[in-house]
Each structure stands twice: as structure tokens, then as C-alpha cells.
T-cell receptor, first 112, second 113 residues
Framework: GQQLNQSPQSMFIQEGEDVSMNCTSSSIFNTWLWYKQDPGEGPVLLIALYKAGELTSNGRLTAQFGITRKDSFLNISASIPSDVGIYFCAGQPGQAGTALIFGKGTTLSVSS | EAGVAQSPRYKIIEKRQSVAFWCNPISGHATLYWYQQILGQGPKLLIQFQNNGVVDDSQLPKDRFSAERLKGVDSTLKIQPAKLEDSAVYLC???????????FGSGTRLTVV
């Protein structure tokens, strides 16, 4: 089946640093989404992207939908301790409502 | 609005036993999904419902897993008999118009010993 390659697998940064993570696929997606998952909780949607080339911000988070529709990146600026968690990219290959395909996640650790 | 409700939060069973999980989606959401998340991996779709009909169950191990959504609202996922490799978090999610992102429940953490 379709797979997403998400990197890096983990990151250890100092508070205040910027973070960048990305996802690539061998297939085209119609929608890219970025989620954050805290321990013991389900994933929470951070940003959704619907058009190739789209750049969207949500506070300190910025994500882009790649022009080829096969990749996406997420940037976090000026990281804070509560940014700690696992970040997942997810792609939607079909029309709205079709199931998401998830990457394996990037575990972010922030030291103060 | 109330979120996606799941129960139980945790379950420990012995292999070969059976177990059931329950999910109540956000009111009005016609589409419901069950995902399996093994430790260290992203969620993987098990089954998708549209109202009370199955849209996609291609990745559901049907020899041991079953799911239903009889009235098009809440749903149950059952495993019988459980195997050690079924240890995972089982996430339920729902979506409705305009169909962007999903809302996930907190999940049920299953440990099979």
C-alpha cells in the first residue's frame, strides 16, 4: 500500500530553536495534514493543506503542500516546552472523506 | 461540541480471549473510522463506515476482527481471539462536512499478554 516517509524520526532541540520536519510520498495526495499526538491521547489536527503550493500558518507553525503533491513540510518557530510530542503527517489520496495514510511520526523533545 | 468518545481507555487481556471497544462519534458525523496504532508507528486504517455501511475494510484482519455501526451512530470493534501482536492503541475518528481533518478519540490501549 501507499506509504509516507517522514523525517527525521526524532529531534532533540533547545527551547527557542526552530524545527523543520517533512514527509514524502511516491504517490500524489489531494490533501496533506499535520497532527500532533500527546502521550495517552489521540492525534490532534494542527494544519490542513488542500492545494499544491499552499503555504499555511497556525501561530508558530507553518506548513506547505509541495508543488508535486508528493511532499509536505512543517516548521515550528521559537519552540517551547509544550511543543514536545509526536508529529504525524497524513495524506489523503482520494476525495474528501477517504481514509488518511499516516507517516511514522517525528518525536520532538525540547529542553529548557 | 463534544469530541469522539471511546471506551474503555485501557484493557489487558490474555491471548485467545475476546475484547470489544466502543466509539461514539461527534454528533452528525456520518463517516467513522477505526485505526490501529502500534507503538512507534503512525495510525493504520482498519475500517471506514459511511453511516451504517462499510466503505473500506480491506486492511481489517477479518478472521479475528469485526466491526459494526448498526444505527449509523456509535460503533463497536471486536477482536476474537486476540493475539499478542494485537497489542496497540485503537483509535476511533469521525468526520463530517466539510470533510477536512478528522477528530480522533483518545483511544483504547490494548495489551495482550
Amino acid at each position: 500500500g501507499q506509504q509516507l516517509n517522514q523525517s527525521p524520526q526524532s529531534m532533540f532541540i533547545q527551547e527557542g530553536e526552530d524545527v523543520s520536519m517533512n514527509c514524502t510520498s511516491s504517490s500524489i495526495f489531494n490533501t496533506w495534514l499535520w497532527y500532533k499526538q500527546d502521550p495517552g491521547e489521540g492525534p490532534v489536527l494542527l494544519i490542513a493543506l488542500y492545494k499544491a503550493g499552499e503555504l499555511t500558518s497556525n501561530g508558530r507553525l507553518t506548513a506547505q503542500f509541495g508543488i508535486t503533491r508528493k511532499d509536505s513540510f512543517l516548521n515550528i518557530s521559537a519552540s517551547i516546552p509544550s511543543d514536545v510530542g509526536i508529529y504525524f503527517c497524513a495524506g489523503q489520496p482520494g476525495q474528501a472523506g477517504t481514509a488518511l495514510i499516516f507517516g511514522k511520526g517525528t518525536t520532538l523533545s525540547v529542553s529548557s | 461540541e463534544a469530541g469522539v468518545a471511546q471506551s474503555p481507555r485501557y484493557k489487558i487481556i490474555e491471548k485467545r480471549q475476546s475484547v470489544a471497544f466502543w466509539c461514539n462519534p461527534i454528533s452528525g458525523h456520518a463517516t467513522l473510522y477505526w485505526y490501529q496504532q502500534i507503538l512507534g508507528q503512525g495510525p493504520k486504517l482498519l475500517i471506514q463506515f459511511q453511516n451504517n455501511g462499510v466503505v473500506d475494510d480491506s486492511q481489517l484482519p477479518k478472521d479475528r476482527f469485526s466491526a459494526e455501526r448498526l444505527k449509523g451512530v456509535d460503533s463497536t470493534l471486536k477482536i476474537q481471539p486476540a493475539k499478542l501482536e494485537d497489542s496497540a492503541v485503537y483509535l476511533c475518528a469521525s468526520t463530517g462536512p466539510p470533510h477536512y481533518g478528522y477528530t480522533f478519540g483518545s483511544g483504547t490501549r490494548l495489551t495482550v499478554v
